[in-house]
Structures are given as C-alpha cells and as structure tokens.
C-alpha cells in the first residue's frame, strides 16, 4: 500500500475533501516559441603610456526553437522567494504538527493494515467503520485541517519552455593600433614603430542542431518571467592582417583564434498579459578574454510565441 493510498484512507477518516484551485490559463504543451539572444562584447580604448588604441566587437547571436511543457505546482528555474520560503516553513510545521495529533489514528490505521493487508475494499471497508465511530477531538480537528492543506493539489502556476534546437553564429571586427618606442625603431619616424592589425571573421559556432541550453519559466499567477540565456563558451575564427614597419615583425595575414564566453545569470522579469512578444537587455562589465582589457557585455533577447 503506497502513501498517497494511506493519506486518502486517513483523509476520509477524518472527512478531508480535495478539490483543485483555480489557476490561470496555461498555453497547450507543445505550443512553440522562439527565443533569439544577441551577445555583444565591446571594447575600445587609448592606453597612452602603452601607445595602444584599439577598437574591438564581437557578436555571437543565438535562435533558439523553444516548446512549452505541462505546467507544473512547483517552479524548476525561478529562484524562492520569500512567500515560498514561509511556505515551505509553514509546510514544515503543519506536517509535524499533523503527525503529533494523528498518533492514536495512525495506531489504528496500522491496526487496520494488518487485518487488511494489501485489500483495498477491506481498507476502504474499515476506515469506514473507524470513521463512523471515531469522537472529533480538537486535536483531530486541527490534523483535518493540516492533512487538507498539506495533501491540496496545488495551482500549477509554473510552466516552463525547453530548447529544442538552436543554432548560432559570430561576427567580428578588431582594430588595433601599437605605436612602439622600442630603440630599434630609432631610425623611424618621430623613433617610433607603427604596427597595425585589423581582424575580421564571422560564421557558425559549434552546438547547432537538436537539444540547447536555453530554459524559461513563466509564473502564471506571479506574471513574470525567469530566464537561463544559453551560456556562450567557445573560440572564434578570424582572418587578421598585420602592418608592421618594426624590424622582426612582420607584416602578413594570420588565421586567429579569439576566445569568447558569455554566461549571464538566470534572471526574472514582469511580463504583461501575454507572452506574444517580449524582450530586454542586460550589460554586464567584463574583460577581454584575450587580452585582458575591460568592456562590456551586452545580451539583448527577444521571445515570441508562434
């Protein structure tokens, strides 16, 4: 006999009748949505005692098919907040006190397991016949109570969307201006080397296809929205063209690699009364991955239901 058996016999022992709340109307499973994020990195600057400009952007650029689940009582994304903390905490405390006042009922519900065994008809038979003659004392009354609250379904306000497939891609653009006062450059202009290079490159990133990291989750009753934007980490692929007048630099074309990550916390934003169209910012200071210098980092979202 498993548990949810027992608590419906030691529920109709004490008169407990469930019935489901209403909530707010959920989208079908399965409806699909699309989740587009642009990620910008962005770093320009003039160090002068390093005789350095430079002008960097990134961009990697995310489209993610996304389909709605059943919706659900409990939230698997958005983090708890303080009503559902006290929640849990009065959850917490009618259970024990439940389980204090149901002593002498459960002796007899195990009194009744015994003669039963696995026959629900007998169970259903006996707590009939404990029912009837059981005297309502205030501790069985607060138990009926703790029992109703604890065992209520609960609203599934919480329905989350899922990434089915995703697909991304890059572009790039680096400028970078090195004016060197090395002493081999003392027969340059002004005894000063100029080394520039410019890096350009752009095309489809690793992780295209079925499945994705993106994860939203709507509170239907709380009207807001939490969002995991599918974390960025990977290299990307540019062509770079160097002008030196240094002597041992050379001047030429190199295929480059230039690191990029993006992992913005999950993160929970009102929403109005419908989820057709819906988007946002958020920039964050970061340094460049591949030099250390500091920029931003800018992810701009966009979600739609189709």
């Given at each position: ?5 027992w ?94 006042n ?19 008809s ?36 919480y ?72 974390p ?23 295929h ?51």
């Amino acid at each position: 006999m498993n548990m949810r058996v027992w608590l419906a016999a030691i529920a109709a022992g004490l008169g407990v009748t469930f019935g489901a709340a209403a909530t707010v109307a959920p989208v079908a499973p399965d409806t699909p949505a699309t989740l587009n994020v642009e990620y910008e990195f962005v770093s320009a600057g003039n160090d002068g005692s390093a005789g350095l400009e430079w002008n960097v952007r990134r961009t990697v650029t995310v489209e993610a098919a996304l389909a709605a689940l059943a919706p659900a009582g409990q939230a698997g994304l958005k983090p708890a907040g303080a009503e559902q903390q006290r929640q849990v905490a009065a959850q917490q405390q009618q259970a024990a006190r439940a389980a204090e006042n149901m002593q002498p009922l459960m002796q007899d519900a195990m009194a009744i397991y015994q003669r039963c065994g696995e026959d629900e008809s007998c169970i259903e038979r006996e707590v009939q016949r404990l029912g009837f003659g059981m005297e309502m004392t205030p501790e069985l009354e607060s138990a009926q109570r703790d029992v109703a609250a604890l065992t209520a379904e609960q609203p599934a306000r919480y329905q989350a969307w899922v990434a089915k497939k995703e697909s991304r891609r890059y572009v790039l653009s680096e400028e970078r201006l090195l004016r060197d006062g090395d002493p081999i450059c003392y027969d340059r202009p002004n005894k000063t080397c100029t080394i520039k290079s410019s890096a350009q490159g752009s095309g489809e990133m690793p992780g295209d296809g079925d499945g994705g990291t993106s994860s939203i989750e709507v509170d239907l009753a709380g009207s807001t929205m939490t969002l995991r934007l599918p974390p960025i980490y990977g290299a990307l692929a540019a062509v770079e063209v160097v002008a030196s007048d240094k002597p041992g630099r050379d001047s030429g074309t190199n295929h480059v690699l230039r690191r990029f990550s993006a992992d913005i916390e999950t993160f929970t934003v009102p929403v109005g009364d419908s989820l057709s169209q819906l988007a946002g910012e958020r920039t964050i200071p970061v340094r460049d991955d591949a030099t250390g210098q500091a920029g931003t980092l800018t992810a701009r979202w966009r979600f739609a239901t189709r």
